[in-house]
Nanobody, 126 residues
Framework: QAPLVESGGGLVQPGGSLRLSCKASGLSLSEYGLAWFRQAPGKEREAVACIAWIGENRDYADSVKGRFTIRRDDEENTFSLEMNNLYPADTAMYYC???????????????????WGQGTQVTVSS
C-alpha cells in the first residue's frame, strides 16, 4: 500500500468548497513536516500549503491565503486541506507529501519532500 493516499477530490462549482484528506500507512506523520502541492496541465508542480513537523507553523501560497487551511491530526495519522471559495484557477491534480524536516518551520520547497501520494483531481467549473 502506498504510504500516502489522498481522497476528497471532485468537481465543484466556482465559489464552492472541498476538503482533501491524506491518510498515511507505514509511517507516523508525527515525525514529518507535511504539505499539499498541486499541478495543472502544462504547469509545474507548486506548493499550496505546508505545516511544520512540530508546533503550528503553517505557510500558504499567496493565491490561496485566506481560502485554504491545512490541518494535521497525528492521532489519526492524517492531514487535510480545507478549500473554500474555489476558483477555476484552482483546478489541478492535488498531491499530499511528507518529509522528515525536523524543523519548527513550515517548509514548502518541492525538493524537500520525498514521500508522495498518488494525487486526487480537483476540478472547479460551472
Amino acid at each position: 500500500q502506498a504510504p500516502l493516499v489522498e481522497s476528497g477530490g471532485g468537481l465543484v462549482q466556482p465559489g464552492g468548497s472541498l476538503r482533501l484528506s491524506c491518510k498515511a500507512s507505514g509511517l507516523s506523520l508525527s515525525e514529518y513536516g507535511l504539505a499539499w502541492f498541486r499541478q495543472a496541465p502544462g504547469k509545474e508542480r507548486e506548493a499550496v500549503a505546508c505545516i511544520a513537523w512540530i508546533g503550528e507553523n503553517r505557510d500558504y501560497a499567496d493565491s490561496v491565503k485566506g481560502r485554504f487551511t491545512i490541518r494535521r491530526d497525528d492521532e489519526e495519522n492524517t492531514f487535510s486541506l480545507e478549500m473554500n471559495n474555489l476558483y477555476p484557477a484552482d483546478t489541478a491534480m492535488y498531491y499530499c507529501a511528507a518529509a522528515r524536516t525536523l524543523s519548527a518551520a513550515a517548509i514548502c520547497t518541492l525538493q524537500t519532500y520525498s514521500t508522495w501520494g498518488q494525487g486526487t483531481q480537483v476540478t472547479v467549473s460551472s
